[in-house]
């Protein structure tokens, strides 16, 4: 059973370009979550997606990220005209459909880590 | 609401030594509190969870946790470090009807030989 599976592993963008990540959540899962992860800042939230919903984006900047989860196909993380700022290492989880879902853990998977040049 | 604070963003200990992660959490309703560790430039692995079936959680790797209600609790523990044990760690709280858990800041373990 694959685990969750981000891509890339690692992105190199100059400042002004876009930026997507992908995710593909583990078997039968159907909640995906996104985090940014910053030295020494632990792991912040951004945004929770079902299929084709957005459930909860308040940790989402307002202006050039999106977040997408379509009914066929990986989550992808958007990230248009980037700068320096946004170099971090960004985060995908899953879970599992059920309730009640606090009390789900999170698969994670590996991580794409963005350079911003 | 929930939160979750982790005590010492680094832990140095020696090989064979006890291990001792803080966390402490606050919620308004009954948690569901994990620790989770991340090895250098990979994603975070579950090590454990506290679901209000037993008080003491044992995990992989040898690692426990024990859920104290009345000191809003969930420390970490290992009898004995192993180098291999380096990493950085993780709690995390969610609640009720939270989709979302908060995580700490994280706490790095050093294990010296």
């Known amino acids: 059973n694959a685990g969750v599976m981000q891509n890339p592993r690692h992105l190199v963008r100059r400042r002004g370009q876009e930026a997507r990540l992908r995710c593909s959540p583990m078997?039968?899962?159907?909640?995906v979550y996104w985090y940014r992860q910053l030295p020494e800042e632990g792991l912040k939230f951004m945004v929770y997606l079902q299929k084709e919903n957005i459930i909860d984006e308040s940790g989402m900047p307002k202006e050039r990220f999106s977040a997408e989860f379509p009914k066929e196909g990986p989550s992808i993380l958007r990230i248009q005209q980037v700068v320096r700022g946004d170099s971090a290492a960004y985060f995908c989880?899953?879970?599992?459909?059920?309730?009640?879902?606090?009390?789900?853990?999170?698969?994670f998977g590996p991580g794409t880590r963005l350079t911003v040049t | 609401a929930q939160s979750v604070t982790q005590l010492g963003s680094h832990v140095s200990v020696s090989e064979g030594a006890l291990v001792l992660l803080r966390c402490n959490y606050s919620s308004s309703v009954p948690p569901y509190l994990f620790w989770y560790v991340q090895y250098p430039n990979q994603g975070l692995q579950l090590l454990l969870k506290?679901?209000?079936?037993?008080?003491l959680v044992k995990g992989i790797n040898g690692f426990e946790a024990e859920f104290k209600k009345s000191e809003t609790s969930f420390h970490l523990t290992k009898p004995s470090a192993h180098m291999s044990d380096a990493a950085e760690y993780f709690c995390?709280?969610?609640?009720?009807?939270?989709?979302?858990?908060?995580f700490g800041r994280g706490t790095s373990l050093i294990v010296h030989p």
């Open positions: 989880a899953s879970s599992p459909v059920d309730k009640p879902p606090a009390s789900y853990e999170q698969y």
């Open positions: 995390a709280v969610s609640a009720g009807g939270s989709y979302i858990p908060t």
């Open positions: 506290y679901t209000s079936a037993a008080t």
């Open positions: 078997k039968g899962h159907s909640h």
